[in-house]
């Protein structure tokens, strides 16, 4: 996919509860559409404002690449313009990572969730070049996403502050379980930088 220099995306902006879905899968390991679009219904009845789609809690490293995609473009198809869709692209291959945020982005997810890659551990300056080159690729908003729990490696707050200078990186998912962090990287960006908290004990 050539490289896209648009400038910012306009698309509802994310906040309150965005539920991170689970991906149900039947007993042969296949997803199990009719019973997703059952849990689709009942999160947006239950008042959600948005759905994060194959993301880690999603099982998504388990699913195979065409599964992830069939799952976010369901998503999106299910949802139908109720609530933000927030399509779990990352990888700690960027080449990966950017295949699989252009397909969302065709697919009519209107973010995309990127984590910072993991086991690689990368220096900062890797994780802005791996991060930028996601987002020059992205028709749509990107998110963040630094649980360094799982990955390893941390997201710098200053480099966070580089990287929310492209139009294209909207926020950041911090599931550092700091709360501190969050007023950091707000030293570092504008009041237009989405904040959002990946661990309930600092929601």
């Known amino acids: 996919m050539p490289g896209n220099k648009q400038g910012k995306v306009k698309t509802a902006k994310l906040g309150g509860c965005i539920v991170a879905s689970v991906t149900p899968m039947k007993k042969s390991g296949a997803i ?9 219904e009942w999160f947006i009845d239950q008042g959600v404002d948005g759905i994060c789609a194959a ?3 999603g099982e998504s490293p388990t699913l195979e690449p065409s599964e ?3 799952f976010i473009a369901k ?3 299910f949802v139908d313009g109720r609530v933000p869709v927030v399509a779990g692209t990352g990888a700690n291959s960027t080449a990966e990572a950017v295949s699989l945020t252009a397909t969302a982005c065709a697919d009519g997810a209107d973010y995309c969730l990127s984590v910072v890659p993991y086991y690689n551990r990368p220096p900062q300056e890797g994780l802005r070049r791996h991060f930028e080159e996601i987002a020059e690729r992205s028709s749509r908003p990107i998110i963040l ?8 490696a941390d997201l710098a707050d200053e ?3 580089e990287l929310a200078r492209h139009p294209r990186i909207a926020g950041i998912k911090d599931a550092t379980g700091n709360i501190f962090r969050a007023v950091k990287i707000r030293e570092f960006t504008d009041e237009n930088f ?3 908290s990946g661990d309930d004990s600092t929601s």
């Not at 199990?32 to 689709?40: A, C, T």
């Open 32 to 40: 199990d559409y009719p019973l997703y679009r059952k849990l689709v």
């Open 55 to 57: 993301g880690t809690t």
């Open 68 to 70: 992830h995609s069939e």
């Open 75 to 77: 998503t999106v198809r």
């Open 145 to 152: 996403y630094n649980v360094p729990g799982r990955t390893v």
């Open 159 to 161: 480099t966070v502050g």
């Open 194 to 196: 989405i904040l959002l």
